[in-house]
């Protein structure tokens, strides 16, 4: 079984560690507020220093909130201390720019970087059914493969460039959030014509959209449940903010940004930051 290190345990982070702790591997943690580290020690995790301990402990996993988080944890002298040998993994949902960068930092210091940002919820990764969207040196993904096997269903690469997987990932959440505005307005239109929104929901699922997103979100809708949030609204924001960079970055301009925007600005207007972004319907629903 591997040695490895995690840095970042919100939800998925400590979702990863249980899954990883539970296939037998040795998992060293650690966390810029310490009042998570206790719990996955409590379940057999080494607790670490600080990140210089991460890197020689193992290759080092990291699932931070943003651009700044990672780097910040990840600066240049923590990188150049960390020896030749060294790997990070970058799982973080990040800007393109922020991705292009810290692959250069990395490049300078000699340490081993791949980006490998996920698709999936924390319950997800806890059952080892995540899709890891990876993207850097082949070989460094080959050797990293029995990690990879514990916490997801399958390692999609996605190119040689690391930052390519934080295109994909962006590109991946922009589809989920055309679907979230797509079932808000149909479920609207719908109801505001008698129809109830659980028949909606079954007829839809059951024969143009099945599959998770439509069922999952749709349940979510139809239910006005939102709470609590599987991926909250104001991080569909934010990820609403990288696609518009990355789609600026290279002169694309997406029509229909500026109504996601509002519509995402004005959930988190009305108090629904912190619910599910599905919670994108009572704009609608309350206009």
Do not use: C
């Amino acid at each position: 079984m591997a040695q490895v290190s995690v840095a970042g345990l919100g939800n998925m982070g400590k979702g990863m560690v249980r899954r990883l702790l539970a296939k037998g591997h040795g998992v060293t943690v650690w966390n810029r507020s310490p009042a998570a580290v206790g719990e996955l020690v409590a379940l057999g995790a080494e607790r670490a220093g600080s990140v210089a301990d991460l890197f020689a402990a193992g290759p080092v996993l990291s699932m931070l909130a943003d651009d700044t988080a990672v780097t910040a944890v990840f600066e240049e002298s923590v990188l150049t201390e960390a020896g030749p040998n060294a790997v990070h993994v970058s799982m973080s949902t990040i800007s393109v720019a922020a991705g292009r960068a810290m692959a250069e930092r990395h490049k300078a210091a000699g340490v081993g970087y791949l980006a490998v940002p996920v698709l999936g919820r924390p319950a997800v990764a806890e059952a080892g059914q995540l899709n890891l969207l990876a993207a850097g040196d082949s070989a460094l993904v080959d050797l990293l493969e029995p990690v990879f096997s514990a916490v997801g269903r399958r390692t999609w690469r996605v190119g040689e460039q690391p930052w390519q997987a934080n295109v994909v990932k962006i590109t991946m959440n922009l589809l989920i959030i055309h679907a979230l505005e797509a079932m808000a307005e149909g479920f609207t239109l719908a109801e505001r014509h008698g129809v109830d929104a659980h028949d909606l929901h079954e007829l839809i699922t059951g024969t143009l959209l099945p599959g998770p997103v439509y069922q999952g979100y749709g349940k979510e809708m139809s239910d006005r449940a939102y709470l609590p949030a599987g991926f909250r609204t104001a991080l569909g924001n934010k990820d609403l903010g990288l696609a518009e960079a990355a789609a600026d970055s290279v002169g694309l301009e997406l029509p229909a940004m500026p109504a996601l925007r509002q519509m995402f600005q004005t959930a988190i207007n009305l108090g629904m930051a912190d619910h599910d972004w599905a919670s994108i319907a009572e704009v609608l629903r309350k206009g």
